[in-house]
């Protein structure tokens, strides 16, 4: 009982500044990815054509990514420093979980031409922490956006014990150093930081501590990085117990 | 499937478009962009707030059917401060969404008091999907909970609980929200035993923190503090940031009479989440009483610092800085407080509680003049008012005025609180050792037997009345018996069980209904989960013509209590 996180990293007043700089830059963030949707999705037929909207749908999905490091890095500075990520799995409906995901990756996939295959049980209820597994799933479609060649899909399933949730895309799939390193994310015999000097590796770190703190009867959650898959590019895979 | 999603306005089956928006926020561009989302669900009725004040007063002008607030608003009120002020005021509709929207996840967001949260919690930035989906699963949330919600603001625990059943078997996504409502409603009602079977069954199925604390919460209502203790411990050795545990854990020590290690506890939970005023006031209270002065004096500076901008302030803070302040021999810096607390507070008789505090100010710094001054004021006031504030109070009251010499109203107090507590064995061995502190030992046995026998021969009669069939003199016995006992649990429910008595022999009477309604309301105010409370309840609203009375017999006297209809916490 004596060894509480009652040593916070740095002063108050660091954790404080930090905090009130995180809620600015949200703030600005918010605004800006804002502003993009809008631009995109309203001028789709017209501005489609003009030669600024790929560059517009790229600054998205740059937006997107800054977004992404830093929900991970706030979610994973909670964790590995203190005081904690409050870790919160409810019941959930599938439906309303792909409703959410899709979401948020709409326009980007839109403006980029790419479609959304989806394929999932809608009213079927399991326990996760919902925001972490948005985060985690957000992420991973914002990843194959990057690969893929014009396809990405998200599949969900029951397999036995576990719920199996897939994003694989028709790209080239992931080179050799992504694949080593998602490897690498689940064996335990490694030390915990050697893949992130990938430049994925945030994600992948993210993705790995937000499944295996999902536990349930002795099972613990998983991630895998695969190529191949039904459409023939990258898999990413969740499995969740 | 394609990647084609669309907003239709009533998708499952709400019509947002007819609805009234409060957005909060502190930045201009945000709100913008919230509207525009809003704007885009079909939305008309928008109003926009910048800060926490500014939300507050336009919370009390419209009832809006959505807010939006961000938990961050700059400097002054909180987006916390906003929700909870609202609710306090009831300047929320029962079937008003409150909508959290932070940076980050918050560990606030699972680790506060229940009545104290939002009915969702929104990560920035927000998006018109997940914006739209937590909507439609907080609005058919509500819907499940409607009448679940109305049987507890009823306080008829028990239908809740039943209630609670009928619609989990429907309802598989809520189902363990149900269940944890329901086991609440069964404590509330006085059933541990069944409140028990349903965290068990829901323990089955996953180790929910709400549930172990749960099963830990009875064995200690059971008189099982160590068990509880354990159990707790275990809670928190899982998860370090359920922080409900480490209060109950504090009161499990307390039990047992381990002020420190509550001491050490409770400190530790301020630590992770310091922004409580309930918690900071517990903290100073207990090191207070272990004489630990600078860990007192920084609970409750931070406990006033931190009720600035909140409607949970407590004048507890003053009142324990004041004696801070007295153990620091600087007397004059304690009444300064004092006074500025009075000046600051209304009602809860805070003039004959700051009162005492300065006599125990003067008694602990040694100036004993001033101290038998303050007594004897005390005893004026006591004199000019009839209402007695809470027993430990009294307690305090009665120890000071005998420390400093003055003899009768002391006694006064100690026979008060036998009569009213005439079967509570703990209590009544506490006076005995009041008077013998005060070398009253023979006297003050006495005068607790003779209270006792006063209140036991009130009750006796007005027994014998209602079992000779005299009820119409019973019922008035025991009105009397009220106003001489107001705190007395046996004659509270006997005069109840009266009243209904004469209403399920001589027909429905709404006066008499609404009378054993208020009767029960101050049991369940000085008494809460009483099983006698929940049966009475029942009877009651079954007698009742219609649902609707009760409702409103039940808001009618709670208001009359001065006691704000709020979701309570477990």
């Known amino acids: 009982m004596n060894d509480q996180p009652d040593d916070q990293a740095g002063s108050p007043e660091l954790f404080m500044f930090l905090a009130s700089t995180v809620h600015d830059m949200k703030n600005s963030i918010s605004v800006l990815s804002g502003t993009l949707e809008k631009l995109l999705s309203a001028n789709k037929a017209a501005a489609a054509a003009s030669d600024d909207y790929p560059q517009m749908s790229h600054m998205l999905y740059q937006t997107k990514r800054l977004n992404d490091n830093l929900i991970q890095l706030l979610a994973l500075y909670k964790e590995v420093g203190k005081p904690g990520y409050p870790f919160e799995p409810a019941p959930q409906q599938i439906g309303e979980l792909v409703e959410q995901v899709t979401s948020q990756a709409r326009v980007l996939l839109q403006s980029k031409g790419i479609t959304l295959d989806l394929d999932f049980p809608h009213d079927l209820i399991w326990t996760f922490d919902e925001d972490l597994i948005i985060g985690v799933l957000v992420h991973a479609i914002n990843n194959a956006i990057r690969y893929t060649r014009d396809r990405v899909s998200l599949t969900i399933r029951v397999d036995g014990d576990y719920l199996d949730l897939r994003v694989e895309d028709n790209g080239e799939g992931f080179p050799p150093a992504m694949l080593e390193a998602g490897a690498a994310a689940m064996d335990a015999q490694r030390s915990g930081v050697n893949f992130l000097t990938n430049s994925s590796g945030l994600g992948l770190y993210f993705s790995r501590e937000v499944a295996r703190m999902h536990k349930h009867r002795q099972r613990t959650g998983s991630i895998a990085l695969a190529n191949g898959g039904t459409l023939g590019g990258g898999c990413f895979i969740l499995r969740l117990p | ?570």
């Open chain 2, 1 to 570: 499937m394609s990647s084609g999603f669309e907003f239709t306005p009533g998708e499952g089956g709400v019509d947002w478009s007819d609805k009234r928006y409060l957005l909060i926020d502190d930045f201009v561009g945000i709100r913008q962009l919230l509207r525009e989302s809003l704007r885009n669900l079909g939305a008309k009725h928008i109003d926009q707030a910048a800060s926490g004040g500014e939300a507050t007063v336009l919370l009390a002008k419209t009832r809006y059917d959505v807010v939006l607030c961000d938990y961050n608003l700059g400097d002054g009120k909180n987006g916390q401060h906003v929700l909870e002020e609202a609710r306090h005021r009831n300047l929320l509709l029962p079937s008003s969404v409150f909508l959290m929207v932070s940076a980050e996840k918050s560990v606030e967001s699972v680790m506060g008091a229940a009545e104290h949260q939002p009915d969702a919690y929104i990560i920035k930035p927000i998006t018109e999907g997940v914006l739209l989906t937590r909507l439609n699963r907080v609005w058919l949330k509500k819907q499940i909970f409607a009448e679940i919600d109305q049987a507890f603001g009823d306080k008829d625990y028990l239908r809740a609980a039943r209630l609670c059943d009928a619609q989990a078997s429907q309802n598989k996504l809520h189902e363990i929200d149900l269940l944890r409502m329901k086991a609440a409603m069964l404590l509330k009602a006085g059933e541990p035993e069944q409140a028990r079977v349903v965290y068990e069954r829901v323990l089955e199925d996953r180790d929910y923190n709400w549930a172990r604390a749960g099963l830990a919460k009875i064995r200690m209502r059971n008189g099982e503090p160590e068990a509880a203790r354990q159990m707790f411990q275990a809670v928190i050795a899982d998860n370090l940031y359920y922080i409900d545990a480490y209060d109950q854990l504090a009161n499990a020590y307390l039990l047992m009479g381990k002020m420190e290690e509550a001491c050490d506890v409770l400190e530790r939970a301020a630590k992770l989440s310091p922004n409580s005023v309930p918690r900071q006031r517990n903290l100073g209270t207990v090191a207070l009483k272990l004489g630990n002065i600078p860990l007192a004096e920084r609970a409750f500076r931070k406990c006033i610092e931190i009720g600035e901008y909140s409607v949970l302030k407590t004048v507890d803070a003053y009142f324990g800085l004041a004696r801070v302040y007295g153990n620091k021999n600087d007397p004059k810096e304690a009444i300064r407080l004092l006074n500025s607390a009075v000046h600051q507070f209304a009602g809860n008789q805070v003039e004959l509680r700051a009162k005492i505090t300065e006599g125990l100010v003067y008694h602990e710094s040694g100036d004993f003049r001033r101290a038998r001054k303050s007594g004897d004021e005390l005893e004026q006031m006591l004199v000019s008012e009839p209402d007695r504030p809470d027993t430990d109070t009294c307690l305090e009251m009665a120890t000071l005025l005998f420390a400093v010499g003055v003899k009768e109203a002391p006694k006064d107090l100690l026979c008060y609180l036998a009569r009213n507590n005439d079967d509570n064995q703990v209590l009544l061995e506490e006076l005995q050792r009041v008077f013998d502190k005060a070398r009253m030992s023979e006297e003050g046995e006495a005068l607790i037997q003779a209270s006792r026998k006063e209140a036991a021969d009130m009750m006796n009669k007005g027994v014998l009345l209602w079992k000779t069939g005299k009820l119409n003199e019973a019922v008035e016995w025991m009105r009397e018996a009220r106003v001489a006992l107001p705190n007395n649990l046996r004659i509270l429910f006997n005069s109840a069980q009266i009243l209904i008595s004469h209403l399920q022999q001589n027909g429905f009477v709404r006066e008499l209904s609404e009378e054993a309604i208020a009767v029960l309301m101050h049991v369940d105010k000085i008494s809460p989960g009483q099983q006698r409370f929940a049966q009475l309840m029942e009877q009651l609203a079954m007698m009742a013509p219609a649902p609707a009375a009760l409702a409103s017999s039940v808001g009618d006297a709670l208001e009359a209590m001065g006691d704000a209809r709020q979701r309570e916490e477990e």
